[in-house]
């Protein structure tokens, strides 16, 4: 049974850090692209992230360049999301997701995990 799980989302003030993790079970997490999504009040979900497995290149929205970055620990078979000098505008519910591509089009999604919430507000 495939699944994936975000956790470390979490009420921080503009400026603050925070680590999401995506723990993946039922396939092993460096055969696959795994993609980061998220969706703020009252706005579709967008896709911002796609880091392809082994050595391949991982893709960053314009948004987040240069303050997100991502991690995989395949031991673990989790991906993490570490985010720095967050902003309000980065308010949203946070998803992972199997397979993406530079897009951050939805379209190749097989399987999301349930989301976790980042709020920034001080």
């Known amino acids: 049974q495939v699944q994936l799980v975000e956790s470390g989302g979490g009420l921080v003030q503009p400026g603050g850090s925070l680590r999401l993790s995506c723990a993946v079970s039922g396939f092993t997490l460096d055969d696959y692209a795994i993609g980061w999504f998220r969706q703020a009040p009252g706005k579709e979900r967008q896709g911002f992230l796609c880091?392809?497995?082994?050595?391949?290149?991982?893709y960053y929205a314009d948004s987040v360049k240069g303050r997100f970055t991502i991690s995989r620990d395949n031991a673990k078979n989790t991906m993490y999301l570490q985010m720095t000098n967050l902003k309000p505008d980065d308010t949203a519910v946070y998803y992972c997701a199997s397979e993406c591509d530079y897009t951050f089009s939805d379209y190749h999604v097989d399987y999301w995990g349930q989301g976790t919430q980042v709020t920034v507000s001080s």
């Open positions: 880091s392809n497995p082994g050595n391949g290149p991982t």
